[in-house]
């Protein structure tokens, strides 16, 4: 998040231009030649959010939990797109960093209700255990190679939206299929797999059973990395020679580093 803040304060005026653009349509920058313009981009976003927020309602979650879950979710995604722009990390784990631990470590579980609780652990897929297969990363990959080759921008997001719908579908049935034929702690995935599987439960059953306490300590560990992660950023900025690269800091705690 640290990442993410530094790259929005360095743009700043960019991404003021964007915001004329989107709200007044004026200003000098020029969004024709991209994937979508940028009043559409907006609107996609408004959307979505408001779709996901009104489904994790549905399913029991307080519309409040749903906005800060998938805010601090699309930021740390939005994080991870810019390592892997910069430093090519072919994966980045980034465990237990999900919105989940954060909202639970600063507000404490009592907060939250049962509700919460329950569709966070149902989101665990997403982020509780790594983000190595999140999609924005490969996108923006997508988009690189399309600007070195020439490619039309619009097409290729078109034929990246096909591949996304019909991947969740193919994912989804392959997954469910051969998990029950081959045996999912057996053949398919191997003991992992049932790890895995209990793991969000086993933590929402602790949840339940012995509502924590805001973490205070791990809000000024997070305080304190926040700080020495833009200092990292600043000192690579003002000087050339700086060895230390903040990217390296945020994967350094996990086995992606090796």
Not at 46 to 52: E, R
């Amino acid at each position: 998040i640290g990442l993410l803040a530094f790259a929005l304060w360095g743009g700043r005026r960019y991404f003021r231009d964007v915001g004329r653009k989107v709200v007044m349509d004026t200003g000098h920058i020029d969004d024709s030649h991209e994937p979508l313009r940028y009043r559409h981009a907006a609107m996609g976003i408004l959307v979505g959010m408001a779709l996901i927020a009104a489904f994790c309602n549905q399913a029991g979650m307080s519309l409040w939990v749903a906005v800060a879950f998938f805010t601090i979710y699309f930021a740390i995604s939005t994080a991870i797109t810019r390592i892997r722009a910069e430093l090519g990390p072919p994966v980045q784990n980034l465990r237990d960093s999900g919105p989940d631990y954060i909202l639970i470590s600063f507000l404490g579980v009592r907060r939250f209700t049962r509700g919460d609780l329950s569709v966070m652990s149902l989101f665990f897929w997403i982020n509780g255990e790594a983000y190595r297969s999140h999609p924005m990363p490969h996108q923006l990959e997508g988009f690189k190679l399309a600007e070195k080759a020439n490619m039309d921008y619009r097409r290729l997001l078109i034929a990246m939206t096909i591949a996304s719908l019909v991947a969740a579908v193919s994912a989804f049935w392959g997954v469910l299929h051969y998990a029950y034929d081959f045996g999912s702690s057996v053949k398919f995935n191997g003991p992992a797999a049932g790890y895995f599987a209990f793991q969000p439960y086993r933590r929402l059953a602790g949840w339940l059973s012995y509502p924590a306490e805001p973490n205070f300590i791990a809000m000024g560990f997070t305080g304190m990395s926040f700080v020495f992660t833009t200092g990292l950023l600043i000192l690579r900025t003002k000087l050339l020679w700086w060895p230390l690269h903040p990217m390296g800091y945020a994967i350094s705690y996990w086995w992606a580093m090796n």
